[in-house]
């Protein structure tokens, strides 16, 4: 296991498209986590799952995202009808409960 | 007020000098704190984690002051690829989910 691993790296979107992004954590983490990081800004929580369950949502995960970790591996990230507000960095991360947190390289999304 | 707040700078600095940065809080109830360092376009990485006594890894020393609810990292003897943001991260809250500061630019220069 080589870490926390996200697919596409890069995006590059027309507005109104769907996006969906993957995630896949270190294997013996029970936390995934979503982030979303713009240009000077710090790493913005969007929303965490403990095994296969989502916890918490941010208020800016807005209708138009949705997140999945079925079966408690993988994750995916759906962002639909997007907007070039959401011409960001998403970034994965992933910790045992309690544990620091361990970042994906992201992918970059761009809207045009 | 945010709940993590950090001076973004850039702070310039030359080679071998020391460099401190501050974070507050706005949380008393925060439980757990780290720095973490972000390269240019590159994940944030573990720098530290933060404990109550302070501590110490090589060149960089973490602080707590719970009562005046800040952390601090100090860094000596700068080299050139200490060069990055650093990032204020705290947990509070049952759900332990971590926060993140804005990030402080760091650039040491020969």
């Known amino acids: 296991d080589t870490g926390v691993s996200q697919d596409p790296r890069h995006k590059i979107t027309k507005r109104g498209q769907n996006v969906t992004f993957r995630c896949d954590p270190i294997?013996?983490?029970?936390?995934l986590y979503w982030y979303r990081q713009t240009l000077g800004q710090g790493p913005e929580f969007l929303t965490y799952?403990?095994?296969?369950?989502?916890?918490?949502k941010s208020r800016l995960l807005s209708d138009r995202f949705s997140a999945e970790r079925p079966k408690g591996s993988f994750s995916t990230l759906e962002i639909q009808r997007t907007e070039q507000g959401d011409s960001a960095m998403y970034l994965c991360a992933s910790s045992q409960f309690q544990g620091t947190v361990t970042f994906g390289s992201g992918t970059r999304l761009t809207v045009v | 007020r945010k709940e993590v707040e950090q001076d973004p700078g850039p702070f310039n600095v030359p080679e071998g000098a020391t460099v401190a940065f501050n974070c507050t809080y706005s949380?008393?109830?925060?439980?757990?704190f780290f720095w973490y360092r972000q390269d240019c376009r590159k994940e944030p990485k573990l720098l530290m984690s933060v404990y109550s006594s302070g501590n110490e890894d090589g060149r960089f020393t973490a602080q707590l002051n719970r009562a005046s609810q800040y952390i601090s990292l100090l860094i000596r003897d700068s080299k050139l690829s200490d060069s990055a943001t650093y990032l204020c991260?705290?947990?509070?809250?049952?759900?332990?989910?971590?926060?993140f500061g804005r990030g402080t630019s760091l650039i040491v220069h020969p």
């Open positions: 294997s013996e983490h029970n936390r």
């Open positions: 799952f403990q095994n296969e369950a989502q916890l918490e």
């Open positions: 991260v705290l947990t509070s809250g049952g759900s332990y989910i971590p926060t």
């Open positions: 949380n008393s109830a925060s439980q757990s």
